[in-house]
């Protein structure tokens, strides 16, 4: 349902244009969703939109996009995906004009002839205020149209109109701050279009990186950057991947290797074939993590929203009792101008933006104040080991060779690496990479057998060489362990893992790998007690020994071992019964129930699409740093928070004071409440930076 023919190109100016959107006036209340997905189209860099009119303004990069490109994406929109989303009424520079206007005719024209314009403009918020006490609400609306009605009907036009433009105006400022915070947010959801050359067949041509289609092979080079996720299939390549993973140095990138939508060829040529593109790739993700995070209301807004309405109904009594008191009007109208609700509902969810800008840019993707909320309360983090506190790689840390005089360390080691290679298993990957950082040679051997969990079967200068487990070269090659028992226990107390080598079914030598433990691991962990973090727990698949040494290596306070996808989910059950309130740290598709389990759940950077799908947090980069990073910028939201609240309460309390014992009129209580609100909201809006 696009409703494509109804959409219509009203006015266009370079880097400006405004279009009729008929179901805008009918869909009223889709216009917060509307107006989100206006800000994801590339180039778009702010957005205007008029409901009643059903007209919207968009403000654009006239080197990313155009207004004919725009009109198309618009017309596009699938509206039965439409959600409710909340949307305030905008006000733009032609009323704060139009109220200038009418203040200019209330000083100089006579008062007969003022009354009819200064009415005329303040009618709709008067209008506004009626609305809102025939659906039975106390808001701001009642109050602004309470005071303004005082004033009309005390025949104080002068007094009604300035108090008119300055509450407008007010609203303005309120809104463009608003504005900007969800701006800010929206470079981050803008996908990069730009021409890339692609192999189709036999044939090689330039298209609009919007036109690809999985399976078309990229021609990429050095400047280029790359448009959808993808496998390298020839060629090698420095890769830029900071905008992904914030790895400062390229990365080398050759044939089977996997890219990233969003990062950049810093040198070399590749041949890249698109596997995710469009909706499908990481940095599409990404902004559909970023839209729904917009919508989503956290209890702190909602508290506030209530605080807001009861300081209505508050500001509502000061006056009747003011005015009961001293039968002053202008009083009672100074009173109804001072309004906390403005500030209250407004700098919450802008200090949540603005946090959550500022987290996307030291990456860190936040879903919404909820999570931040969450992320400031919690007590308990809860690590999965593999891919979180380790890396999925293993080291090789031990090469002990059994017959040194023909197969010492080295040449074990080169051996071991040289049959190795023909497999994919983890530890497999690790001796070739221990391999070819000491530089080792390729040893020539025979055919290599792949014996399913067990191990390699090849022939070696005339001798059968077997490698694998020691249940495997024991029960299947009566090879005999007992000489060599008392070193191999010892590399099994460090918790290694072994790989055996035999030569003719007599044992020559093993290898002791250990899991990659992150080198920031131990810091982060210490870092998040030093942020109130009381207890830290480990959940490994492990056997006991491996993760008690694991966790007290790295200080952590307790461990479960031998963990299932089921029983991850028990333990953070058992903690959260226990009172405590849980971040659960994970990557793997077995970690999804238990990310959904947790007060709040963050999936690494490279963990699966439905880790990140679970999760309330998802990690941009490779690093454990962006855990303390997120408690750290969750704390200072929920501070900055509540003192807003705080300086909101305080300061429009001072002027209600002011203003009901006749020390300020109506003109400068209004002045002063709209100049605290927007104050306030600044405030708010600089935690971005």
């Not at 005390?154 to 969800?182: N, V």
């Not at 470079?187 to 990069?192: D, R, T, V």
């Not at 605290?676 to 600044?682: A, F, R």
Request: glycine fraction near 8%.
């Amino acid at each position: 349902m696009t409703h494509s023919s109804s959409i219509t190109l009203v006015h266009s100016l370079p880097g400006r244009m405004r279009v009729r959107v008929p179901l805008l006036r009918e869909r009223e209340d889709d216009a917060g969703w509307l107006k989100a997905q206006l800000l994801s189209f590339s180039g778009v860099k702010s957005v205007r939109l008029r409901p009643a009119a059903a007209s919207a303004v968009l403000m654009y990069d006239t080197q990313k996009t155009d207004s004919a490109a725009l009109l198309e994406q618009l017309s596009r929109l699938d509206w039965s995906l439409a959600q409710e989303k909340e949307y305030e009424p905008e006000y733009c520079g032609g009323d704060n004009l139009l109220n200038l206007v009418g203040l200019a005719a209330t000083q100089f024209l006579p008062k007969r002839w003022a009354a009819l314009p200064a009415i005329a403009l303040m009618a709709p918020t008067v209008a506004e205020g009626v609305e809102s006490l025939c659906r039975k609400e106390l808001n701001v609306e009642v109050l602004d149209a309470l005071a303004l009605s005082l004033s009309i009907v005390r025949g104080d036009y002068r007094t009604a109109m300035l108090t008119q433009t300055l509450l407008t105006l007010g609203e303005y400022f309120e809104q463009e701050t608003s504005r900007h915070s969800d701006e800010l947010l929206s470079e981050l959801m803008q996908p990069q279009h730009h021409a890339v050359w692609v192999e189709r067949g036999d044939a090689r041509e330039e298209i609009s990186a919007d036109g690809l289609v999985n399976g078309d092979v990229m021609l990429l080079g050095p400047g280029d950057n790359i448009p959808a996720d993808g496998t390298v299939i020839r060629g090698t390549g420095l890769i830029n991947q900071a905008s992904m993973t914030g790895e400062s140095v390229p990365v080398r990138r050759e044939s089977g290797s996997w890219v990233f939508a969003g990062t950049q060829v810093q040198d070399g040529n590749v041949a890249v074939r698109a596997e995710r593109v469009g909706d499908d790739s990481s940095t599409a993700s990404i902004r559909r993590f970023i839209t729904d995070s917009l919508s989503q209301r956290s209890e702190t807004q909602q508290v506030t929203q209530r605080m807001a309405d009861r300081r209505v109904a508050i500001t509502l009594g000061a006056g009747a009792g003011v005015f009961a008191l001293t039968r002053d009007w202008q009083r009672l109208a100074s009173v109804f101008l001072v309004d906390y609700s403005c500030a209250l509902k407004l700098s919450t969810p802008i200090a949540f933006k603005s946090v959550m800008y500022k987290a996307a840019t030291s990456g860190l993707l936040l879903k919404g104040g909820r999570a931040i909320e969450q992320l400031a309360d919690i007590d308990t983090v809860v690590f999965d080991k593999t891919g979180t506190l380790t890396h999925g790689d293993m080291l090789v840390t031990d090469v002990v060779s059994f017959a040194p005089e023909t197969t010492w360390a080295r040449r074990l080691l080169a051996i071991a690496a040289s049959v190795e290679e023909h497999s994919n298993h983890p530890l497999a990957r690790a001796v070739v990479n221990a391999a070819a950082q000491h530089e080792l040679p390729h040893i020539n051997h025979g055919e290599v057998e792949y014996v399913i969990a067990h191990g390699l079967i090849s022939e070696l200068e005339g001798n059968r060489m077997v490698i694998g487990s020691r249940h495997f070269l024991r029960e299947h090659y009566q090879i005999d362990f007992a000489p060599f028992q008392n070193q191999i226990e010892e590399l099994e107390e460090k918790g290694r893992h072994l790989l055996f080598i035999s030569l003719n079914e007599q044992l020559v030598g093993m290898i002791g790998l250990q899991d990659n433990v992150r080198d920031e691991a131990a810091e982060v962990i210490a870092h998040l007690r030093e942020l109130g973090v009381r207890q830290i727990v480990l959940l490994t698949g492990d056997k006991q020994q491996k993760a008690e040494q694991l966790a007290d290596a790295l200080g952590i306070d307790r461990y479960f071992a031998e963990a299932t996808p089921e029983s991850k989910v028990e333990v953070v059950q058992a903690l959260q019964e226990q009172g405590c309130r849980v971040l659960f740290v994970g990557d793997g598709v077995n970690d999804a129930p238990a990310l959904t389990q947790a007060d709040i759940g963050m999936a690494m950077n490279q963990s699966t699409e439905l880790a990140q799908q679970a999760a309330d947090a998802v990690l941009m980069r490779d690093s454990l740093h962006g855990v303390a990073t997120a408690r750290e910028l969750a704390s200072e939201a929920m501070s900055l928070v509540n003192s807003n609240i705080k300086i909101t309460e305080w300061v429009n309390s001072g002027i209600m004071l002011a203003a009901a014992m006749g020390k300020l009129s109506p003109t400068l209580s209004a002045l002063l409440h709209n100049g605290t609100t927007i104050g306030v909201l600044l405030r708010s809006l600089s935690a971005r930076k």
